[in-house]
């Protein structure tokens, strides 16, 4: 009778198991700040401003837009505006809002890193 080998363990370790490659590293360069106002990214396309810092700032639309990809756009607050641009360092699904038709919305939250006006 041949030998029989003990069953291999093909369980994957659960990420908590698993120590995080940045784990205790701050990728942020610079401090972020909350702000206010809208951002209007394209025409018909307005959305909030999340945070910004001396590097960039974040927004929220449910616009799409694509990360390596350089956006001029105007924030607002109040009768204030003032032109940005910027370049998508990152981009991601934040959360989809459903209206009461059951139509669902979605809504990206995308970080610029501020590039020099064109």
């Known amino acids: 009778m041949g030998s029989v080998l003990p069953a291999r363990d093909t ?6 198991r698993v120590p995080s490659r940045t784990a205790g ?7 972020r ?11 018909g396309n307005e959305g ?12 929220e639309t449910n616009l799409a837009v694509r ?5 001029r756009l105007r924030w607002r607050l109040g009768e204030t505006s003032r032109p940005l641009a910027g370049i998508v ?7 989809t809002i459903a209206d009461s038709g059951g139509d669902v919305t979605p809504v990206f939250r995308s970080g610029f890193e501020l590039a020099e006006q064109a």
């Open 11 to 16: 369980r994957v370790p659960s990420r908590a």
């Open 89 to 95: 360092r990152w981009s991601r699904l934040s959360r």
């Open 25 to 31: 590293i701050e990728r942020r360069q610079a401090d």
């Open 67 to 71: 990360v390596g990809g350089t956006y």
């Open 48 to 59: 909030l401003f999340v945070d910004w810092s001396a590097g960039g700032f974040a927004v």
């Open 33 to 43: 700040q909350t702000a206010t106002g809208s951002v209007l990214i394209s025409p």
